[in-house]
């Protein structure tokens, strides 16, 4: 059997054909050399069988790129990363409030608006130009779910609540919706329809949030190889959602006992992680191969 004829059972359940040219472009996200990732390919096309997991492939990938350099590792694991944040959901607001501050926006989390019949929370409020533009993030822990067309009418349907309240009518914008996964093909035939923005892992192709993160360097902590699950729990505790975060208040690495030596470690990987001069190529990641 050639890796052609290779089966994928996705985490979804999905069976899918394996694709070499996916997985070239997946590790080359991870700013690994030709030469590198070449060595990485042969290795797991000696190790395919069919129906083998998507998870598996990428646990071989992930493996052998920490190998090789562990920031390759944190770059590649950037999906798995975000949904390590945790189930509250809170810390992937923060995320998107700061992409949102680096697009030029002034941002508020956890805002309660009166509509015409009650009253609304929404996850961020963005500010442009005397413009209000409310953001609601979808969080969740895994692939296996997407958003579908209940998500974006629940949401339209309290917008149209708070822009009957005549004070706020005006100063509203266009709604948002962020996933970290993906949006049906419903959900996005109707926010088209309502003029709802959609962003998600990566939708709209070329800008979605995973090109955001790149581009801007907005890497969460838990990207990082050289830091304990549990040093990560810690530190989120603490309020630090971001590499960059943890860069700027690198006193908690002492807070939480971590020694000299490895804080140094652990700082260099930051700033060649966030560092935005590797080229970032127009990948799917690992997810058609999840």
Same mark, same amino acid.
């Given at each position: ?59 071989? $990938? @992930?493996? !052998?790129? #920490? ?6 590792? =944190?770059?590649?694991?950037? &999906?798995? *990363? ?88 005006? $100063? @509203?914008? !266009?709604? #948002? ?6 949006? =049906?093909?419903?959900?996005? &035939?109707? *926010? ?99």
């Amino acid at each position: 059997m050639t890796y052609n004829n290779i089966k994928i059972k996705k985490v979804t359940g999905e069976i899918v054909a394996f694709s070499l040219e996916k997985l070239e472009k997946s590790l080359k996200h991870s700013g690994a050399s030709s030469g590198e990732i070449k060595k990485i390919i042969n290795y797991i096309l000696e190790n395919l069988y069919d129906n083998i997991t998507s998870s598996e492939i990428y646990k071989m $990938s @992930f493996e !052998k790129l #920490r190998d090789i350099r562990s920031v390759y590792a =944190s770059r590649y694991k950037l &999906k798995k *990363a975000i949904y390590e944040l945790g189930p509250s959901g809170f810390p992937f607001e923060r995320l998107i409030a700061t992409i949102l501050e680096e697009e030029g926006y002034e941002t508020e989390t956890s805002v309660i608006l009166e509509g015409n019949c009650v009253k609304h929370e929404i996850d961020v409020l963005a500010k442009k130009k005397h413009k209000y533009y409310p953001v609601e993030c979808k969080f969740h822990s895994n692939d296996k779910y997407i958003c579908n067309i209940r998500i974006p009418l629940y949401i339209h349907s309290r917008y149209l609540d708070i822009l009957k309240n005549p004070d706020l009518h005006k $100063s @509203f914008g !266009k709604i #948002r919706i962020v996933t970290n996964t993906r949006f =049906s093909e419903d959900a996005i &035939k109707y *926010a088209k329809c309502h003029n709802i923005k959609l962003l998600s892992w990566s939708y709209p192709k070329g800008n979605g949030l995973k090109d955001k993160i790149n581009r801007l360097g907005l890497h969460p902590l838990t990207s990082l190889n050289l830091l304990s699950d549990e040093e990560k729990d810690r530190l989120l505790d603490e309020g630090i959602v971001l590499c960059r975060e943890l860069l700027k208040n690198d006193y908690l690495i002492n807070k939480i006992g971590i020694s000299k030596t490895r804080k140094k470690r652990i700082l260099e990987e930051i700033e060649e992680l966030i560092s935005v001069d590797y080229v970032i190529l127009d990948s799917d990641t690992h997810d058609n191969n999840k």
